[in-house]
């Protein structure tokens, strides 16, 4: 990749260095919600053109029109697709939860499929020698135990460890960003079901979520934003259909009762109709009904209903955006405890002794917590410290968000998000400054840096800029034009005015003060 900004520059990093309003601004009221992998096609096709691709992906890697990931990448002609990687439940999704899952060839690409859920869950070198770039497209569901997640952080490590880039190109998470809770994972308690230190409940996308996992890591890490995306959209703000992200997972009703029905491992209080249901033996349906209905967890009713010999209840969920899951879950627990006594599986003192029940609580406190019977509101309160401290680490690592709460300056460009590794700021002659790579190749430019000159090249079709460090002056197709403020070098990324950059591309450039957002729409 050439140099554009300061010599000691080589990768470009998109890191959400900035956070985006809640609301889009009026210019773009009604924006177009596009996946990261469509925007990959539409803005960053740089980033894998002439490339040996590898893939992580499954039958959930498919775009708005349903076009698997896998064939897009296979007929383009300036792409090599060489490898795919496949998590749990296989890359076609059909393997039940926990089977073993054998590579193959695949039958008419004739490329590797690599399982990273049968001899080895993390890529090896061999299977990672033949390529230039790691991608990952797969949908999550926004749960710490949903082990997507955990392949991505072991994909991760291991292109950090031999030296492979990794792109993630972005999906929302479906129960939007602002749903977090449960206790956060302890280090003692990491496993595949489990991977870094998040609640039950994250509240972030994958390509959130990478950059979490990066700090950990330090691999070359890219994450290809989402466009018309905002943390307040649940899955089905986006128009799109569910794809069965797993045989267990076969509809947006599945994905938010997954941790409300789903966390009793060992215990005896099962989910059933794919978590839709939640119960057990010795359990009064009716009493279990009042118990939950009488808590008033937002969104949700708990209608009594016995299976076989089980007492429970079914979930009705009636506001999909107030009803948080893992919280729901863990009061189903607590009265549960209160109603049959369960046997609370306890783990032992060495790593191999660690009972499942813990590893998907990510922590044995619950369980000594259900042993004590305190109820779910005791429970919430010890660990809402930790909750909060949760939420104000990972506001360093959100991609989606509200750049006026976090006193930073949001940058989009037609709808999608431009994050840098630098951050925006406003210099002394009022004008916003941002790192020039990022931004350029936002607006679809070309950039080139000449050392030797301290000039920046910025090339977009017929247009070419010529910028100097430390003059206002710059050169739009031979014709000089004056600035108010320069070009500067900043920890070693090269930060220009934005609505200079964005008017001499041709491109409109806005400014909310209220949110402190720019916006920037290209010309068609």
Known sequence: MRRLLAPTVTILVLTAMMLLPLTPPAAASTPVFRLGNEVLYGRYHHLIEGKRVGLITNQSGVDSKGRSTIDVLASDPSVRLVALYGPEHGIDGKASAGSWVESYSHPTLNIPVYSLFGATRTPTEDMLRDIDVLLYDVQDIGARTYTYIS??????KAAKQYGKPVIVLDRPNPLGGE??????????FKTFVGVDNLPMAHGMTVGELARFFNRNIGVDLTVVPMEGYTRDMIYQDTGLPWVATSPNIPDVDSVFGYMATGLGEGTG????????????????????????????LPGVDFVPETIGADGGVRLRITDYRTFNPARAGLYALAYARQMNDFNVPKSGSTPSSVVMFDKVMGTDRVGRWLEQRLSPQEMERRYAAELDAFRMLRQRYLIYGYAAKSGRIGVIVDNVPIFFDVEPYIDGSDRT???????????????????DRRLVSIVKGDIAVNLTIGSGTAEVNGVRKAMDTAPVIKRD???????????FLGASVDWDDVDRTVTVTRQP
Not at 278 to 283: D, F, V
Not at 440 to 450: F, M, P, R, T, Y
């Open 151 to 156: 392949t991505l952080n072991y994909a991760m």
């Open 269 to 296: 209080i099962h989910q059933s109709d794919r978590f839709k249901w939640i119960g057990g033996k010795g359990i009064d349906s009716n009493r279990f009904a009042d118990l939950l209905n009488a808590a008033d």
């Open 433 to 451: 400054m941002v790192p020039l790579r990022a931004i350029s190749e936002g607006l679809g430019a070309e950039v080139q840096w000449d050392g």
């Open 493 to 503: 990324r090269t930060m220009v005015p934005l609505r200079y950059v964005g008017e």
């Open 179 to 188: 749903t977090t809770a449960a206790p956060v994972l302890e280090d003692a």
